[in-house]
């Protein structure tokens, strides 16, 4: 397990961007090094672990594009159309055949090109005359209709990049090179707690003033998303030593520590104190909204990440802090989400030098164009805002108001996790 300093998340400023955040989470955080070969039908978002050059060309062979008939180049019809004996036909499948210039051969999508033959007219667009010849029209260029060896990817280029976080389309691309096994990052292990007195778990008995533990389970799932395997370790008590212990405890069999709730700096928030009691901790106060101060600490070298409890700061800071925080400690290429430019259908105020994120539903203006519609209220707590949402609407420190008709960029929740 990768070992970090105490002091690696401290810095000096008052506030921090969320830029400089995530530039301090990427620089500081040790990708782990242990990797496993996994079958193609396993690897869906994996972390590619090696960069993987293509051992064949794409296609493999030069091949027809479409049905029709393949002729030689050098003899095609320029001014008027012309006949052709066709001579051989050639499937899908099939070995090449070589053609005889000034005739055709039938050829089908994805059969190797005749030897000799370069372009390949449609069947839609040629007619056989009595004699049986084909007769092709005049006009077609040298070339059409063929899929050289190679066009897509040549043999040996770095098709997919370590890091990679594999999806079905690079699958498809290591199944076209004749791969079975890939070998990717390990899994990485997480461990989740929520904290606080008042949180009863899902199937216990809840007493009147307290509230099922949500925040646990939309950790998880999203951690799972990001291909973790989690340690689901229930609720820690507002209590300093059991939090201490408990978090100690699990150090050394985690890659990272994550809770949500009790880093505030009430009475009551005993996060920081627990974790200060057993390791290293600073509260990052981020200039982000929803969000309140992220705590970031080290306990027995493993990185400890403290969200807020609050449902929806607790959904915003995973996505900017513990996100790319998985994402580093796995190796993975990360490049921050990129929001979708959509017309705002509402008005908002805001104090610059803070990023903000609305909660929205997406739907079609009069005009079709698509249009931002913001949740009516706006709490840290209502977790119907997340639910009744289509993404957030992020609007950057330089902004201090939106009118409606504004551009504003949205990022949609499944490009968020
Ligand atoms: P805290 O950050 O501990 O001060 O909690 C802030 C608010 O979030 C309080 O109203 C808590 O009851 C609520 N909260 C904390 N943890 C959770 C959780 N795991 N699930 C749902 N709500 C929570
Ligand atoms: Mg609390």
């Not at 499937?91 to 005749?114: D, E, K, L, S």
């Not at 059409?144 to 897509?152: C, F, L, Q």
């Not at 901790?281 to 101060?293: F, Y």
């Amino acid at each position: 397990m990768a070992q970090l300093s105490d002091d690696c998340f401290a810095f000096g400023g008052p506030m921090l961007s969320v830029d400089e955040a995530v530039g301090i989470i990427t620089s500081k955080v040790i990708a782990v090094s242990e990797t496993e070969r996994v079958a193609l039908a396993e690897a869906d978002g994996r972390i590619l672990a090696r960069d993987i050059a293509a051992p064949l060309p794409l296609p493999p062979f030069t091949n027809s594009a479409v049905d029709g008939y393949a002729v030689p180049g050098s003899g095609l019809p320029h001014d008027k159309e012309r006949a052709f004996p066709v001579s051989g036909r050639v499937q899908a499948g099939a070995a090449a055949q070589a053609v005889q210039a000034g005739h055709a051969v039938r050829i089908f999508t994805g059969a190797p090109m005749p030897e000799g033959a370069d372009t390949v007219f449609m069947q839609e667009d040629v007619r056989l005359d009595d004699k049986g010849h084909v007769v092709l029209p005049a006009g077609l260029k040298p070339g059409a209709n063929v899929r050289p060896a190679g066009e897509d990817i040549p043999k040996g280029h770095v098709a997919l990049k370590a890091g990679q976080r594999l999806r079905p389309q690079d699958i498809a691309l290591a199944a076209a090179f004749g791969l079975t096994e890939l070998d990717v990052v390990r899994r990485l292990r997480i461990a989740v707690f929520s904290t606080g007195d008042e949180l009863a778990s899902p199937g216990d008995p809840r007493a009147a003033a307290q509230l099922f533990d949500s925040n646990r389970f939309m950790l998880m799932a999203m951690l799972k998303r990001l291909g973790c395997e989690v340690s689901d370790l229930g609720i820690l008590r507002d209590a300093r030593e059991p939090l201490a212990k408990a978090l100690k405890q699990v150090a050394h069999r985690h890659d990272l520590i994550l809770t949500t709730g009790g880093v505030s700096t009430g009475e009551e928030d005993h996060v920081k104190a627990g974790v200060e009691s057993v390791g290293s901790l600073v509260l990052w106060r981020m200039a982000i909204k929803p969000g309140r101060p992220v705590a970031m600490g080290i306990i027995g070298g493993t990185p400890f990440i403290g969200l807020p409890g609050n449902p929806v700061a607790s959904f915003v800071t995973f996505v900017h802090v513990v996100r790319p925080t998985v994402l580093a400690l796995s190796g993975a290429i990360a490049a921050p989400p990129v929001p979708i430019p959509v017309r705002a259908a509402f008005s908002y105020r805001k104090k610059s030098g803070r990023r903000e994120y609305v909660r929205v539903t997406l739907r079609r203006g009069d005009d079709g164009a698509v249009e931002a519609v913001k949740f009516p209220r706006e709490g840290a707590g209502l977790l119907s805002s997340l639910v009744d949402t289509d993404g957030l609407v992020e609007l950057g420190e330089s902004i201090t108001k939106v009118e409606p008709g504004d551009r504003v960029g949205f990022l949609g929740y499944a490009n968020l996790l």
